[in-house]
């Protein structure tokens, strides 16, 4: 068993969760406490417009290397504030694309500069070695997940509602996962764009409107929902839904993704209806998602601290338990997960 530090930083672009977890990689035996760092407005809206540039992005360019500066500094900053000792820290970076399809995923973020602001040995790369042997490098909570759940009842859902979202599936079979549609991304640009605010804070703007029936038909039917799992998607991938809900009332709009959201999770793959479905990530705060979700599944949803679990915390101590997983040279992901052909290690370890 070792103390663990877990950063991570989602496609919502909100800022940087760490979390320390006691693990072998296998088992957890403690969660230890958490924080979250926002993002300055600067650093964020700068990482915003590198996820539009990323397709042709050169790794040389001097924007890309003065936000992967701050951004590791700000991520070495969460590790202070955490306040916690460590023997390791696991460091994700910040996905800017994530192109599976032509072997490319690509998280920024300098881990030999964090191992030396921090002084601790840090694992990070987890992707890249799925992508490359023809995975879809994503989710990669679903071992995690496993080892928190072996508790409880099977089949179950976990649903991570960042910008993208996520299910895994758990099952007597074994694990199954998917990226199942737009998290949080669309409408967290939908009220950048039209009120200046980084999300709907409590879905009041969605709560407002009302779901446009024909234009969420005409979304659900993109052929992506009628992909068998696994499969993955960048945050950039349903951006032209922006346009499509442009010309409803602002309320409207707004209540027509967050439905948007919660109907593509209920027209996922599932490989047999789950007995619940638990909800991590930020969607879970959004009471217009989570009325919609209940509306859509077949059984109970509810936040993932009804069983206990800190859903603010659970991305960065995912990575904390994948960081020992990497040190010890286990698996990260599996055919059922991101459709690799075998259980494949990835990850390294810079100091």
Request: glycine share 10%; proline share 8%; with cysteine.
């Amino acid at each position: 068993m070792m103390r663990v530090i877990g950063l991570m930083s989602g496609t919502s672009l909100d800022g940087v969760d760490a979390a320390l977890l006691v693990t072998d990689g296998e088992t957890i035996a403690e969660t230890g406490p958490a924080v979250t760092l926002p993002y300055p407005p600067d650093l964020r809206a700068d990482l915003r417009v590198l996820l539009d540039r990323a397709p042709t992005l050169a790794a040389g360019d001097a924007a890309l290397q003065d936000a992967t500066t701050r951004l590791t500094l700000h991520h070495a900053a969460a590790v202070r504030a955490l306040a916690a000792e460590a023997d390791l820290i696991g460091f994700h970076g910040q996905t800017i694309l994530h192109q599976p399809q032509h072997r490319r995923t690509w998280q920024i973020g300098d881990a030999v500069l964090l191992a030396r602001e921090t002084g601790l040995p840090v694992a990070h790369d987890f992707r890249s070695a799925d992508v490359a042997a023809g995975g879809q490098g994503a989710p990669l909570a679903p071992v995690f997940h496993a080892a928190l759940a072996a508790r409880l009842e099977t089949p179950l859902a976990v649903l991570n509602i960042g910008g993208v979202a996520n299910v895994t599936w758990i099952g007597a079979a074994g694990l199954a996962a998917w990226d199942c549609g737009p998290g949080n991304a669309l409408l967290d640009d939908f009220c950048s764009r039209h009120l200046g605010e980084p999300m709907d804070r409590d879905g009041r703007l969605a709560g407002a409107g009302k779901p446009h029936e024909p234009t969420l038909t005409a979304l659900l039917a993109h052929p992506f929902f009628v992909r068998p799992a696994p499969k993955s998607l960048d945050r950039q991938d349903f951006a032209h839904v922006l346009a499509a809900v442009e010309p409803l009332p602002v309320a409207d709009a707004a209540a027509t993704l967050a439905a948007f959201t919660a109907r593509a999770v209920a027209a996922s793959p599932w490989p047999a209806p789950p007995l619940r479905v638990l909800v991590t990530g930020g969607g879970r705060h959004n009471p217009v998602i989570m009325t919609a979700l209940r509306a859509a599944l077949p059984c109970p949803v509810a936040p993932v601290e009804s069983v206990g679990w800190d859903g603010d915390a659970l991305e960065a101590q995912c990575f904390a338990y994948l960081a020992m997983r990497v040190k010890r040279g286990l698996a990260l992901s599996f055919p059922g997960t991101t459709g690799v052909a075998a259980a494949m290690r990835g990850g390294r370890v810079s100091k």
